[in-house]
């Protein structure tokens, strides 16, 4: 209520300015870059395992929102909400096609939803079974997570400054 007062234009039509988010650039520039930019400036930026983890988590979290829907639990709405800001404006984009110019950065605010998604992805990959077999496993996930994490980031802190260039790998 507090954000409906302070930004009653935004938020009393929140389906109104979600679309017009989406749509308002799609005739700001040619159509060169193709509807599928920005999955493919995804798979280009994010590791390749946290991409993993995030489709695991957004199929487990629409499951879970259908399942906490069956039962009239207050979660679903929470499931859909994370789930709806990760993947809901990436969609539009693509859809209509708008322009995004040099890379991510336009999109940065579906970020955190998507990053609750790679978790929830890690989480229901490894389970949460304590029996001795499922240990293995389990260790071997949470390696395969972190090196997926630590080797971008050593690549990054590789390159610095340099990767802030116009130019680099």
């Known amino acids: 209520l507090t954000v409906l007062v302070i930004y009653p234009v935004v938020f009393s039509h929140p389906l109104t300015m979600l679309w017009k988010s989406a749509t308002a650039s799609a005739d700001f520039a040619p159509k060169d870059r193709g509807r599928l930019y920005q999955l493919d400036q995804m798979v280009h930026v994010w590791p390749l395992i946290l991409l993993v983890f995030l489709v695991v988590g957004i199929v487990a979290a629409m499951r879970r929102c259908l399942e906490e829907a069956r039962v009239r639990s207050a979660d679903a709405a929470t499931w859909a909400l994370v789930a ?16 995004l110019a040099n890379g991510l950065r336009q999109t940065l605010f579906v970020v955190p939803a998507q990053a609750v998604l790679v978790a929830v992805g890690f989480a229901s990959l490894l389970g949460v079974s304590r029996s001795p077999g499922q240990r293995a496993w389990r260790i071997a996930g949470a390696t395969i997570a972190g090196t997926g994490i630590i080797l971008p980031t ?14 680099n790998v």
């Open 84 to 99: 709806s800001q990760a993947i809901a404006l990436p969609i539009l984009i693509a859809v209509h096609n708008s322009y």
């Open 154 to 167: 050593a690549g990054q802190l590789a390159m610095f400054p340099y990767q802030y260039s116009q130019q």
